[in-house]
């Protein structure tokens, strides 16, 4: 009995062991995630984020019509998507910003964390304080 109970303790530690290996394979190749954001002036937003946040520019895509119809992104719109980044490497966080022109699109209720569901702000971590705010 007490074999077994020492094979069992032996066999679940090694289990464990060998399910939390940082080598094993993830179902995710990245563990970070793209936000994609729809503003009203895209210019604008681009020189927020980088100037006053510190995000960095990096090279944008275009989206063809048929291509953002067919992935329900848009009623035969095209985008031109702006790509921000906030760090460096893969795991950058990454803010793609877009603009639709000459659509008519709802403005968010914003009164209220709870007045409206889906995404409702974005954290950003600063080491300084300080010198994030002057920036503001």
Do not use: C, W
């Amino acid at each position: 009995m007490r074999t077994v109970l020492s094979l069992t303790l032996l066999l679940t530690a090694v289990a464990v062991l060998s399910g939390s290996r940082p080598d094993a394979p993830s179902e995710f190749p990245r563990t970070t995630i793209d936000l994609g954001v729809h503003v009203a002036d895209l210019e604008t937003s681009a020189v927020f984020y980088t100037d006053v946040i510190g995000f960095t520019e990096v090279e944008g895509f275009e989206v063809t019509a048929d291509f953002a119809t067919a992935a329900g992104l848009t009623d035969r719109q095209p985008l031109s998507v702006r790509v921000l980044v906030l760090g460096e490497g893969e795991s950058a966080t990454r803010l793609k910003l877009m603009e639709i022109s000459d659509v008519d699109t709802k403005q968010s209720d914003n009164a209220y964390v709870h007045s409206q569901l889906g995404y409702r702000y974005l954290t950003i971590f600063v080491a300084d304080m300080n010198a994030a705010l002057t920036r503001l």
